[in-house]
T-cell receptor, first 109, second 113 residues
């Protein structure tokens, strides 16, 4: 079983739609959680951190469920520019980032 | 700031050849790392360094060497390339105060024939 698992997608949604991605992790001792965004043939970039209480950044909401060991990312009012692959990142210990394989999103006009 | 730079962008090697992937950062970050990204696998950590003169192995270190003689540079060496090392390689750096915020280079696409 992979340490970090994501639905690979692709998710194809129309502009304005709400879309949610889930990510599960296997190491219950994991300390920190993040979502990164990766555009096609580009490097990953930090999108947002995920806090236990849940957090929001504009149209993006991230949530963590430690008991079930999953994190989620919700995107509201999808834009064409949201088309990318979204990587779930879990840090079980210092200097040890574990990446999911990513979920691909395509937002269509 | 140029951020994190990597050279070359693309490389084709024959099995058994050696090469060095270059990585440099100008943000004075102490932490640097190398990842490889393969389809369906996510990024996997090869080697990392917490400062000049200090390196350690990540999840998939076999077949790769690193050194960190300066804060700015963190080259990755393939000693004897194998087709299994065909991948996209990303170098990343971060501040020790915000280790989770890694800044990635643009990547090197390597094909080993």
């Amino acid at each position: 079983r992979k340490e970090v698992e994501q639905d690979p997608g692709p998710f194809n949604v129309p502009e304005g739609a709400t879309v949610a991605f889930n990510c599960t992790y296997s190491n219950s001792a994991s300390q920190s959680f993040f979502w990164y965004r990766q555009d096609c043939r580009k490097e990953p970039k930090l999108l947002m951190s995920v806090y236990s209480s849940g957090n929001e950044d504009g149209r993006f909401t991230a949530q963590l469920n430690r008991a079930s060991q999953y994190i989620s990312l919700l995107i509201r009012d999808s834009k064409l520019s949201d088309s990318a692959t979204y990587l779930c990142v879990v840090i079980p210990s210092m200097s040890d980032m574990r990446f999911g394989a990513g979920t691909r999103l395509t937002v269509k006009p | 700031n140029a951020g994190v730079t990597q050279t070359p962008k693309f490389q084709v090697l024959k099995t058994g050849q050696s090469m060095t992937l270059q990585c440099a950062q100008d943000m004075n970050h102490e932490y640097m790392s190398w990842y490889r990204q393969d389809p369906g696998m996510g990024l996997r950590l090869i080697h990392y360094s917490v400062g000049a003169g200090i390196t350690d192995q990540g999840e998939v270190p076999n077949g790769y060497n690193v050194s960190r003689s300066t804060t700015e540079d963190f080259p990755l060496r393939l000693l004897s390339a194998a087709p299994s090392q065909t991948s996209v390689y990303f170098c990343a750096s971060s501040s020790p105060r915000a280790e989770e915020t890694q800044y990635f280079g643009p990547g090197t696409r390597l094909l080993v024939l």
